[in-house]
């Protein structure tokens, strides 16, 4: 498959041919349609974060299940995904209380700790997907994972903001404050 490979820090990434991945008994592979670049890959890019070279970027990702794992069950061939980043055990307190991004066991994120979606098929664990809904597009998907997600939680679950409330939106520019508005 094509993907785009950082070999080195502040260096552009090359589109090269490596071999394609493949589906473990509890993993996916997602033929990707849409990946969203994001504030993480322009650090990582730069030497920023905690990875190993080289590595394929892109954790804000969209598209059809081509191949799963005979364990997986929450999703088919051929269903639409996005792919949640975060590689947690689904298994201690904090992942089963809704509150994984407090996993004990975390391994990291997707495009980081393994290889991302800057590619035609990128591989994750099968609990990493979600099916998207038929009217909502593989572009606008990208972004449920991490900003809306994020700013959703933070209006609704913490800030408890309802309608009729005054708000200011620090930061507006980026993804998550985008959203927020
Ligand atoms: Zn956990």
């Excluded at 260096?11 to 993480?40: F, H, I, T, W, Y």
């Excluded at 070279?53 to 929450?74: C, D, Q, Y």
């Excluded at 809704?98 to 495009?111: A, D, Y």
């Excluded at 998907?141 to 708000?167: F, M, Q």
Aim: a negative charge.
């Amino acid at each position: 498959m094509r993907a785009m490979v950082l070999h080195q820090f502040s260096s552009p990434l090359r589109m090269e041919n490596v071999p394609d991945p493949q589906a473990g008994l509890d993993e996916v592979v997602v033929k990707v349609k849409a990946c969203a670049p994001d504030m993480l890959d322009v650090k990582t890019r730069a030497g920023q974060s905690n990875v190993t070279l080289p590595r394929i970027l892109g954790h804000e990702i969209a598209g059809e299940v081509a191949e799963a794992g005979a364990s997986v069950k929450n999703v088919r061939v051929g269903d639409r995904v996005a792919v949640y980043d975060y590689l947690n055990c689904g298994a201690c307190e904090f992942c089963w209380n809704g509150r994984e991004t407090l996993c004990r066991n975390n391994k990291g994120i997707v495009g980081l700790a393994i290889d991302g979606g800057f590619a035609d098929y990128v591989k994750v664990p099968g609990r990493n997907v979600l099916p998207i809904p038929p009217d909502v597009s593989d572009e606008a998907a990208t972004t449920l994972v991490s900003p809306v997600s994020t700013s959703l939680h933070a209006l609704r679950e913490r800030a408890k903001v309802s309608p009729g409330d005054n708000v200011l939106i620090v930061g507006a520019a980026g993804g998550v404050g985008i959203h927020m508005v």
